[in-house]
């Protein structure tokens, strides 16, 4: 089985642009959720998607969005980015809600200039 | 926000040595999980502890959720040098998917 990939690897962006960031779920996984690890901040959640629906947010500005297609796919969404945007953007998928086994892809590098 | 530090922060030992992590918290969590993250790839899932008091043994690692839910400890025996990276642990109420990450414990085993 497959699992969680992301894409792009990598993408370097300059300051106020807008990045779009794509992740497949494990076949089968229906819940997807959006983190960014920064060497400072660590991992910070950032949305959860199940069914099309947001579920959960995490505390970001609403610069960033999500949302998820109904084939479980998901993309994330940074407008007029910052410098302080630049991070490991990690997603991962689960079967469903309350599913104490998460998945997560390799993430995408964003470094913005 | 539910916090939860690791200690330590750091760790550089010796092929062969034992070592334990600790992850801290003063929230209660439904479920506690470990993660190991090596450069260039996202974390990957070593063990969920649900039950207060329970102990898992993963060959060589040795995974303890507190009485009170509230920490956990990671012991390694005899570490190698694959063992190496970044060990995570991350708690989780129940039915939700957001994880709440400690802080992080870098292992370095030296050969």
């Known amino acids: 089985k497959a699992g969680v990939t992301q894409t792009p690897r990598y993408l370097i962006k300059t300051r106020g642009q807008q990045v779009t960031l794509s992740c497949s779920p494990i076949s089968g996984h229906r819940s997807v959720s959006w983190y960014q690890q920064t060497p400072g901040q660590g991992l910070q959640f950032l949305f959860e998607y199940f069914s099309e629906t947001q579920r959960n947010k995490g505390n970001f500005p609403g610069r960033f969005s999500g949302r998820q297609f109904s084939n479980s796919r998901s993309e994330m969404n940074v407008s007029t980015l910052e410098l302080g945007d630049s991070a490991l953007y990690l997603c991962?998928?689960?079967?469903?809600?309350?599913?104490?086994?998460?998945?997560f892809g390799p993430g995408t590098r964003l470094t913005v200039t | 926000t539910q916090l939860l530090e690791q200690s330590p922060q750091f760790l550089s030992i010796q092929e062969g040595e034992n070592l334990t992590v600790y992850c801290n918290s003063s929230s209660v969590f439904s479920s506690l999980q470990w993660y190991r993250q090596e450069p260039g790839e996202g974390p990957v899932l070593l063990v969920t502890v649900v039950t207060g008091g329970e102990v898992k043994k993963l060959k060589r690692l040795t995974f303890q959720f507190g009485d009170a839910r509230k920490d956990s400890s990671l012991h390694i025996t005899a570490a190698q040098t694959g063992d190496t990276g970044l060990y995570l642990c991350a708690g989780a109420n129940t039915g939700a998917n957001n994880l709440f990450f400690g802080t992080g414990t870098r292992l370095t085993v030296i050969p």
């Open positions: 991962a998928s689960s079967l469903g809600p309350g599913s104490t086994k998460q998945y």
